[in-house]
């Protein structure tokens, strides 16, 4: 998914390299693999600063300060947005219920996300800066507001993937009183002719005075005004010839204080509110008290009060809640223009301190659905400057009027981190609970829940300092802090992976029933599809330890991690001495899927992933011997052995000749190797160098010694392997020193130091050749690459082994191990050794290249079965991709560049990483993994990939939304697909009443705001085109025109709650044509003949009269089954929304119905 992003940072540095090789190489390794891109992300980014919430999707998107945005949702679906650009984030808004979000960038670029491919589709650059960011609510439709005082609309077609902006824009002359429209004339033929742009639209209306600014501020009028906030009214009420009542009017806040209600249907100004009206109340809320306390207005108050937030505080949208840089909380009352004195704004002051923070957040929750009168007030600033950090919340009530409010309560929360953004979550269809989600830095994620929020408001105390429900981290990082991780390959078959897929798959069922009955509150998405038991089978495990002692093992099979199992630090319910150390290292045996854990007090943990026998024994081996106990069974990993015999910090574990031994390197400098199959300690060395340097690596070898008798090719490697007798230890210790163990004994046969005095430490080790080894620091690659692999081979590809392959022929395994490669990578520099030269002495490498930056890391990885290639990182955070084995560069990159991230001290004890070159990194409490290389993709992206938006959830509410739209016209047999299937079993049920109106998310609902966008103001076609030839045209309506003959299974319509007075007075001119003038008066008006004739072409009276007998009765059976009908409609409408409802909260009880 991010192919095309990254692939031009893949650049190829040339460097000078060895003569004829450069083809040779680039037949094996080019730049065209070299492809970084980000596979999984998991954990909440440590720059995250802003928030946005799908409540009907149930998806929460937290932008960063780097240019990241992470998706949300629930069963650990998580998704990683990446901009191309470094830039933080402003806003961040959903198209609620379409699969996109919007973000806008501290550069001023508008960028739309498809959140089902994961990529951006649009971007559009605005010229001035953006300071006011809304999206219309359930629609595509955006307000920008800008540094100039200007607000524009722009519109994402999903259709076309394309972000643009709409003709439409709020003039600044909306704050002039004295604007007027354009003749019609000029409409007309300018306007239609395509001649009247927007500049001249601008220009036209501009006024050279602000005196309804000046006057409605109380400030001066000099200069421009910048936008400080846009809001779409709720509940705002349409015109009259657009037949809609949704999004009509839009609050308008500036920076001197100024609040403008804009019709946007009507192109006018219906409130304006500002610092005049101040002077209108002296009632001032000091320190929360239970009732507003009466003071004199201050001589600052005429002052303009620069706004810094602002909120509805009513479903209504006649109530707005606005916040200032001088800490004054302001609630205006938006119901009426007129000023009414101590009814229009009262003020509240979170501290009677002089000087105060600036109020930041201001969010309401309303006490009952649709309550607009009381609530609480949720307030981030606004407190004395150098008070603790606390998020405030403020109980009130003005059910007596605004200019009566009262302040019932006050409670302050101590936060845990510095706040950044917050949600409130209201519990529905796709919300488990109601409460409030606080985003503090770094990237902490904490939900309130409405039971301890309600804890807190009942409590006489004014600050608390509660346990909020922590954010679920698929893998956790932190407290307990990860030490340690390993990614190993399943590379068994049979019976044990059989078991351990049927393990595995059955724990993924009990999560997910679990986390169905989880507090956390996001729900959102749905996960990657996993097989049944039977079909599906591991082929990746994620170990993690950490700083407590315990272990948990994840299935990385899909991109989906999902927890395994924990290895906590006792063992079967006893508690083992030194076994809650920190682990320190790790090793997979995946033949036999067995699991060594090391930890800082040299203590070596066995454990079998699948229990093979019945019987149930813990072996602990001690320096004095060994004893066996007898443990009772389970499910879980079966604890098989504790080893206890050295203090000292363990630095390395490796799995050794085919999983039968166990390598031990200690931080002191000693080794250890473990008989696997007796649980026994074969030898233990002193120190490997004179220094006591660490063990960084281990491996192990058939000696030259035993594998030269073999003069049989066709015997298999097996063989060499399996010879007891004499088998060598490779020792690589962190100053530099080579050692060769005897295999048996422990007896050093050879020891050499690799580097120079002035060197820097060594990083990793690899063998590479025809027979190829790879074995590094940990943690390192799977240890399913213990046995030798005789596929691995470069054959006369490879340069530098070219001569000795053509020499060796049908050698022995021992003629074969001469032509292996020690690659030896250090801080500054890596370096190519020959095997068999090492041994009789040389210490000059093949190849050597010196670094200029200082490495911490190597891998090799395989193509085709071939290692082909080393990639190295460094502590910078930069990455190289090198051919092998000339260490040629091939590719570069970065992790700021791929993740956005800085390398941090001990981030290398905690990569990890696969043979195909995909490396997984810890970051704080990030988890990522990245593929650098083309050709991998064992992940099977983006098949496997859990999806972010439900577009069944998104059909069923638009479904229910077109329904219950008061404009639909057309009236249908039965409810579309799925959702008439599922209402129809939802009938007997009685479900709590959902709080989300699902009619205000649809889009049926808001289609007349194309109309009105897609002109400038004052030149909508409606009221240019609206004129007398256009009634003339008026089509009448006649009684005998009406179609009663409803189907039997009518689609019940429902109709607004609230009619508009514009509605009402359209009603009542079709109940005029429909009645064609008929009045109350009982007198019957007397027709001569000539009518009566003109009318129903009758000679005779009498058939006439006859006629119009039988025309006045099929009139009124039609008017009483029109009123029978419109009964049936007005019951049906009022239980419609409750049955919507109902669906979605049963898809959630059923937890994802739609897998069943």
């Given at each position: ?418 706040f950044a953004d917050m949600v409130l979550f209201t519990s529905g269809a796709s919300v488990n609970t109601s409460g409030m989600l606080v985003l503090t830095n770094p990237g902490q994620l904490h939900f309130y829940d409405s039971t301890c929020l309600s804890f807190l408001t ?188 050295h203090t000292s910090h363990i630095s390395t574990l490796q799995f050794l000749h085919s999983g039968s031994r166990l390598g031990v390197g200690f931080h002191s400098g000693r080794v250890a190797l473990l008989d696997i199959n007796t649980y026994s300690i074969l030898f233990l ?380 007075k359209d009603k009542g001119k079709e109940r005029e044509k429909l009645f064609e003038g008929a009045t109350t008066d009982s007198k019957p008006k007397m027709r001569t003949v000539e009518e009566i004739k003109a009318q129903y072409g009758k000679e005779d009276a009498a058939g ?53």
């Amino acid at each position: 998914m991010f192919s095309k992003f990254f692939r031009k940072n893949a650049s190829v540095a040339k460097q000078p390299q060895p003569s004829g090789q450069e083809n040779a190489s680039n037949a094996i390794l080019t730049s065209k693999d070299i492809n970084p891109r980000v596979n999984l992300h998991y954990g909440i980014p440590y720059t995250s600063s802003v928030m946005a919430f799908d409540p009907i999707q149930s998806l929460l998107a937290v932008g960063t300060l780097d240019g990241r945005i992470k998706v949300i949702g629930g069963d650990n679906i998580e998704g990683l947005l990446v901009s191309p650009k470094h830039f933080p984030f402003k806003y961040l808004e959903f198209l609620q219920n379409q699969g996109f979000l919007v973000s806008v960038s501290s550069e001023n670029e508008i960028q739309v996300w498809d959140l089902e491919q994961r990529r951006m589709t649009s971007s559009l650059r605005w010229e001035s800066s953006i300071t006011a960011f809304s999206v219309i609510h359930g629609s595509s439709y955006m307000y920008v507001g800008d540094e100039y005082g200007m607000v524009y609309v722009v519109k994402y077609n999903a259709e076309e993937a394309s972000l643009a902006p709409l003709p439409y824009y709020v003039p600044t002359s909306a704050i002039d009183g004295n604007h007027k429209p354009l003749p019609p004339l000029l409409m007309k033929k300018e306007w239609k002719e395509g001649l009247c742009s927007r500049a001249f639209c601008i220009s036209f209306f501009f006024c050279d005075n602000y005196r309804s600014l000046s006057e409605a501020s109380g400030g001066s009028s000099s200069g421009q005004h910048s936008i400080v906030g846009v809001l779409p009214q709720p509940s705002s009420q349409g015109n009259r010839l657009l037949k809609s009542s949704s999004f009509c009017r839009v609050l308008i806040a500036y920076d001197n204080g100024l609040l403008i209600l804009w019709d946007v249907s009507e192109d006018k100004v219906v409130v304006v509110k500002g610092n005049k009206d101040l002077q209108l109340t002296g009632k001032i809320a000091v320190n929360s008290q239970e009732e507003l306390s009466q003071e004199e207005p201050s001589d600052d108050e005429q002052l303009e009060k620069e706004i810094s937030a602002l909120c509805w505080t009513s479903g209504s949208g006649t109530v707005l809640a606005v916040g200032y840089v001088d800490g004054d909380i302001m609630l205006w009352n938006l119901s009426t223009s007129v000023p009414s004195k101590g009814n229009d704004v009262v003020k509240l002051q979170l501290s009677s301190d002089e000087r105060r923070l600036p109020v930041i957040v201001l969010h309401w929750r309303p006490k009952r659905s649709r309550d607009d009168c009381s609530g609480q007030l949720f307030v981030y600033g606004g407190d004395a400057i150098g008070s603790e950090e606390v998020l405030t919340i403020l109980n009130l009530d003005w059910s007596a009027g605004i200019g009566k409010l009262k302040c019932i309560g006050r409670t302050d929360i101590t936060l845990g981190g510095s706040f950044a953004d917050m949600v409130l979550f209201t519990s529905g269809a796709s919300v488990n609970t109601s409460g409030m989600l606080v985003l503090t830095n770094p990237g902490q994620l904490h939900f309130y829940d409405s039971t301890c929020l309600s804890f807190l408001t009942s409590k006489e105390e004014k600050k608390f300092t509660v346990s909020p429900i922590e954010y679920p981290m698929a893998i956790p990082t932190a407290e307990p802090n990860m030490t340690a991780a390993r990614l190993g390959l399943i590379c068994v078959d049979g019976n044990l992976l059989k078991a351990l897929s049927e393990k595995i798959s059955a724990a993924k069922l009990r999560r997910v029933e679990v986390s169905g009955k989880s507090a956390w509150p996001l729900t959102g998405g749905i996960p990657s599809q996993f097989l049944e038991a039977e079909i599906y089978k591991v082929e990746r495990v994620y170990i993690a330890g950490y700083q407590d002692g315990s272990v948990r093992i994840f299935d990385a099979t899909c991109p989906t991690f999902s927890l395994y199992c924990v290895l906590g630090p006792e063992v079967k319910g006893t508690s083992i001495a030194g076994a809650n150390a920190p682990v320190s290292a790790l090793a997979f045996c995946s033949p036999k899927l067995t699991l060594a854990i090391g930890n800082e007090l040299g203590t070596v943990l066995l454990y079998d992933l699948i229990r093979t026998t019945d019987a149930m024994q813990l072996n602990f081996v001690t320096e004095n011997g060994k004893e066996v106990y007898t443990v009772r069974g389970g499910d879980e990993p079966h604890c098989t052995a504790v080893f206890s015999f050295h203090t000292s910090h363990i630095s390395t574990l490796q799995f050794l000749h085919s999983g039968s031994r166990l390598g031990v390197g200690f931080h002191s400098g000693r080794v250890a190797l473990l008989d696997i199959n007796t649980y026994s300690i074969l030898f233990l060395t002193d120190s490997m160098s004179n220094s006591c340097s660490p063990i960084k690596l281990l491996d192990m070898r058939p000696s030259t010694e035993t594998t030269s008798v073999i003069k049989d090719v066709g015997q298999s490697e097996s063989k060499c392997m399996g010879n007891n007798a004499n088998q060598e230890v490779f020792v690589v210790t962190k100053d530099g020193q080579f050692v060769l163990l005897d295999g048996n004994t422990g007896n050093i046969v050879f020891s050499q130091s690799l580097k120079a005095e002035e060197e820097s430490t060594v990083i990793s080790m690899h063998i590479i050749g025809k027979y190829c080894r790879i074995f590094h620091d940990l943690p390192h690659v799977d240890s399913s690459m213990m046995a030798w692999e005789s596929g691995a081979t470069h054959g006369s590809d490879n340069p530098l082994n070219a001569d000795q392959e053509a020499t060796s022929g049908a050698s022995s395994c021992g003629n074969r191990a001469e032509s292996f490669f020690l690659v030896l990578s250090c801080e500054s520099a890596l370096h190519l050794y020959s095997v068999s030269a090492l041994k009789e002495g040389g210490t000059t490498p093949v190849h050597t290249v010196n670094l200029s930056k200082p490495c911490c890391y190597s891998i090799t990885f395989k193509k085709d079965g071939k290692v082909v290639g080393l990639i190295v990182i460094y502590q910078t955070g930069e990455i190289d991709v090198r051919s092998l084995p000339d260490l040629r560069l091939v590719g570069e990159s970065n992790l700021m560049f791929i993740l956005r991230w800085n390398f941090k001290t001990n981030m290398d004890k905690m990569i990890c990483s696969s043979e195909s070159g995909q490396i997984i990194l810890v970051n704080g409490c990030e988890v990522s993994s990245v593929s650098l290389l083309a050709f991998e993709n064992d992940f099977r992206i983006p098949d496997s990939l859990p999806v972010l938006h439900d577009k069944v959830i998104e059909a069923a509410i638009d479904a229910a939304a077109y329904n219950l739209s008061p404009s639909k016209k057309d009236k249908q047999g039965s409810l579309p697909g799925i959702l008439g299937g599922i209402l129809k079993g939802l009938q007997g049920g009685k479900v709590e009443e959902q709080k989300v109106g699902f009619p205000e998310v649809g889009k049926s609902n808001l289609t007349h705001l194309d109309t009105i966008f897609s002109n400038p103001p004052y030149l909508k076609p409606s009221s240019v085109d609206f004129d007398e030839d256009d009634q003339n045209d008026a089509v009448e309506l006649s009684i005998d025109d009406i179609d009663l003959d409803f189907d039997e299974h009518v689609v019940v319509e429902a109709s607004s709650a609230k009619e508009s007075n514009n509605d009402k007075k359209d009603k009542g001119k079709e109940r005029e044509k429909l009645f064609e003038g008929a009045t109350t008066d009982s007198k019957p008006k007397m027709r001569t003949v000539e009518e009566i004739k003109a009318q129903y072409g009758k000679e005779d009276a009498a058939g006439a009269a006859a006629l119009a007998r039988n025309k006045l009765a099929e009139r009124g059976e039609k008017l009483e089954r029109l009123s029978l009908r419109t009964e049936e409609l007005r019951n049906g409408a009022e239980n419609f929304a409750s049955m919507a409802q109902e669906l979605a909260t049963l898809m959630e009880k059923r937890n994802k119905w739609w897998r069943l």
